[in-house]
């Protein structure tokens, strides 16, 4: 049997929603992936073009290949003995636009829709959540639009957020990545519990900010104290660059994930500005970033059965 997914880019964070928010971005850039089973054994094999062909990574730290084995292991259901995958993705591979999380998402439900598994959406969610380490992107790529995740008592919950019509997200990406792992080493333990307060209504000043537009409540939501402080010193130029959004009229602007991407948010007429602002500025630093501008979030993750198997491109191989 084959499948076949499709998973968006994403947004993290967006200042002060760290690991809760997230959105799926309408940026023509996804991770296309489709599975293959085979009677032979060999373990999970993945083939990869695109932003992916440079990977190489052994078996257990693929992440599509954690994403099939954790949706695997989630119906208690053994992996195959030949699963093939062949993935291409245009996501730009460590920049804060959610590129590991299309990956995982992609290979619990090529798993889930290859086996039979019949796992419910937000059991994806959990299940990749579980590997990422925190839901909002894998939220925000499974079930598209812009969402909130918590865990609660009863589980891990994701709920739509409104998002005003008149918002247009524009991101900057330069043409070098963020070490993840080290972005997340650089904050703090603790925080003092003012700081705490502060976080908490900056939070809901960004969910409520990107309902209504509210300039007052999107600008306090995009500047984040839980995270931004210890992470901005690692992307060159970033203090610059934020400065530059907001004096062109954006309603503030922060790293994209933990970066290196930043994201800004403006109303339409003011897009245009903004968006030469982020490079013009970057580019004083010495730095080529390319815009993407992001006028409607994208829909989520879409599954569907292929007729035929995919032609053979060479691509690289990963045996497990």
């Known amino acids: 049997m084959i499948a076949q997914v499709r998973v968006p880019a994403t947004?993290?964070?967006l200042g002060a929603g760290f690991d809760c928010v997230g959105i799926a971005l309408d940026l023509d850039r996804w991770l296309t992936a489709s599975v293959s089973l085979e009677a032979q054994g060999g373990g999970v094999r993945i083939r990869r073009a695109g932003r992916l062909a440079a990977l190489t990574l052994p078996p257990e730290e693929d992440l599509l290949t954690r994403g099939f084995r954790g949706a695997c292991a989630a119906a208690a259901k053994p992996v195959p003995g030949g699963v093939t995958i062949d993935a291409v993705s245009e996501i730009p591979v460590g920049c804060g636009l959610g590129s590991s999380a299309a990956a995982i998402g992609a290979?619990?439900?090529?798993?889930d829709a290859a086996l039979g598994l019949g796992l419910a959406r937000e059991r994806i969610v959990e299940i990749a959540a579980g590997i990422e380490g925190h839901p909002d992107n894998v939220a925000a790529a499974v079930y598209g639009g812009a969402v909130l995740s918590l865990r609660t008592p009863a589980g891990l919950r994701t709920a739509a957020l409104a998002v005003a019509p008149e918002l247009v997200f524009l991101l900057a990406v330069p043409p070098?990545?963020?070490?993840?792992?080290a972005a997340r080493a650089a904050?703090?333990?603790?925080?003092p519990h003012a700081e705490a307060v502060l976080a908490a209504s900056?939070?809901?000043a960004l969910v409520q900010g990107l309902a209504t537009g509210d300039a007052d409540l999107l600008g306090a939501g995009l500047d984040d104290v839980l995270h931004v402080p210890y992470r901005r010193a690692r992307i060159p130029g970033y203090d610059a660059v934020?400065?530059?959004a907001r004096a062109a009229g954006a309603y503030g602007a922060t790293l994209s994930g933990a970066g290196s991407a930043i994201l800004a948010i403006a109303r339409r007429e003011r897009a245009g500005a903004v968006g030469a602002a982020l490079l013009a500025a970057w580019r004083t630093t010495g730095v080529e970033a390319e815009?993407?501008?992001c006028?409607?979030?994208?829909?989520?993750?879409?599954?569907?059965?292929?007729?035929h198997p995919t032609p053979h491109i060479p691509l690289t191989v990963d045996h497990a």
């Not at 290979?107 to 798993?111: C, D, I, T, V």
């Not at 904050?187 to 925080?191: D, G, M, Q």
């Open 11 to 13: 947004s993290s964070n």
């Open 176 to 181: 070098f990545p963020s070490d993840t792992r």
């Open 187 to 191: 904050l703090p333990a603790s925080l």
């Open 295 to 307: 006028e409607e979030l994208a829909g989520g993750a879409t599954v569907s059965a292929v007729p």
């Open 107 to 111: 290979g619990a439900l090529l798993a």
């Open 242 to 244: 934020v400065a530059a």
């Open 291 to 293: 815009l993407v501008r």
């Open 202 to 204: 900056r939070a809901a």
